[in-house]
Structure formats: C-alpha cells, structure tokens
C-alpha cells in the first residue's frame, strides 16, 4: 500500500533525512554532511564512500549528494539551470566523485530527467562522474524500502497514516 510521507519543513531536516537513508542505502555509516553553513560546498552537500565497510564498492571512489528542498517561489519544478549549476560546482569537489546524485522534493519531472540522461552522455565521454536524481516521490518509494530510516523519519515527524 503507497504512503504518503510528510515533507521536510526545512533544507536542514532534507539534508538530515538525505544522510540517514543514503548512509542506510550505501551501507556507509561514515557519510557525512559537507563543511558548515555558509561554506562554499562545491556542489556537494553529502558525501561518503559507498560499501566501504563491506567490500561492495571495490574501488573505493566517494559519491556526493546535493539536496534541494523544493523553494516555494518556483511553485512546480526545479530548473535546469540551478542542476547545471550544482553539476558545474560538482566537478571541483576534491577528490573527484564516482557518482553525484541530486535529491530533490520537487515532483518528478522528464524534462530534468532527459537533462541527466544526457548529461551522463556526456560525462562518459569525459571521464566524468555519473548523475542521478531523485524526486520526492522516488524517496518516498525509497523510504519504503529502508526501514531503518522509514522509522526514523516518521517518529521524528509525528506521522500519521493516511493510506
């Protein structure tokens, strides 16, 4: 049965919720959030090392996160332009990302979702790292499949079902 989670109220709960449920994802209990508020963060608001405790992720590389709590003024969608910017910052972030995930509380888009097909293309073509994004509804499914963090997110948010 689908459930409806309640959405961060604020950028510093996503980022909390972010951390958690990739840290639970990745098996990286060593994720941690990038520098302190302020701080030019060069596009990477998470990071770790996927695995690295289990042996999954044999390379060792470090995968990045930028969260983006969906900004009341632009009503419907994330544009394009803030996701080239973040990608744009991405690829100084020492050392250099394997993959780069954008999470976002914005309602699932094609249009953002070809940009990052795209963009991977391209990538592949460089050398450089892989994007993925997430839309709420994607963490939302996500949340569902990581009971760890699915409890945790719901008794910090007083959830009531609503199935």
Known sequence: MEKKYQQPK???????????????????????KNGSPGQPQKGVDLYGIPGFKTEKNNDKKYYGIQCKLKDELEKYTLHAAKMTFAVKEA???????????IATTYTRDANLQEYVRLKNVENMKNNLFLISIFFWEDIEELLDENPYTQNWWLKNQEYKNKT
């Open 10 to 32: 604020n950028w510093q709960d996503f980022e909390t919720l972010c951390k958690k449920l990739w840290g639970e994802i990745w098996e990286c209990p060593e994720i941690q």
């Open 91 to 101: 690829k100084e972030f020492k050392p250099k990302l394997k993959k780069y995930y």
